[in-house]
């Protein structure tokens, strides 16, 4: 009798974890690809390291495709916007948030890597730290319509995701308690996002 009504108690608390888990995973993504404040990498990462101590295959492909699926329909969200906005008269408060977070020698960069390579260059912006507002802004400039800029996101998000799942997984597998694996995903997210800016800083500005 006891082990009975043991077995349901220690599967209701994973059940809703996971239940409120992975919603509030796809809720956060998506807002930090439309608002690009919250730290997304560092949040799929933490997934992943729970997911990855759950020793649950499922788990990890839920948190993989939970956080690609949010990326893709926020990003494709913020360039819908931004191409309402490209051909508005006034513009709008997102276009000019993708433009202010669109430094202009980062944005010639981005344009001339574009029209060189096309949809790889938006692959890859999205494994850049601070690369993916330079390129979908010089797509928009470019007047992509959204149908091809779709076909380049979707792998770029597959990519992304994918790619701090692992950075979770590693993190994860360096410790045994869960937290400790978190602790350490973040602060190789957070490093991997500032190291560019850290060096550019460094190296001071370019020679004309």
Not at 12 to 30: E, K
Not at 99 to 118: N, V
Not at 125 to 148: E, F, H, N, Q, Y
Not at 159 to 177: K, N, P
């Amino acid at each position: 009798m006891v082990s009975a009504v043991a077995v349901p108690l220690t599967v209701v608390p994973d059940t809703t974890q996971q239940a409120i888990g992975y919603p509030s995973l796809f809720l956060l993504v998506l807002i930090g690809a439309l608002v690009p404040v919250v730290p997304t990498g560092a949040l799929v990462s933490s997934a992943a390291v729970v997911a990855f101590h759950r020793a649950a295959p499922l788990s990890m492909v839920l948190v993989f495709a939970t956080a690609s699926l949010a990326a893709f329909l926020g990003d494709v969200a913020l360039y819908w916007l931004g191409r309402r906005g490209m051909r508005s008269r006034n513009g709008s408060r997102w276009l000019e948030a993708i433009r202010a977070r669109a430094p202009e020698e980062r944005l010639e960069q981005a344009q001339e890597k574009l029209a060189d390579h096309d949809v790889t260059v938006l692959v890859l912006s999205r494994l850049v730290p601070a690369g993916r507002l330079p390129v979908m802004l010089a797509c928009l400039i470019a007047d992509w319509p959204v149908r091809r800029f779709v076909r380049g996101n979707l792998p770029a998000c597959l990519a992304w995701a994918a790619t701090y799942q692992l950075i979770g997984v590693l993190g994860g597998s360096l410790f045994d308690e869960p937290w400790q694996g978190v602790l350490a995903a973040i602060l190789l997210t957070v490093l991997i996002s500032v190291a560019p800016g850290v060096w550019r800083h460094l190296r001071g500005p370019a020679a004309p």
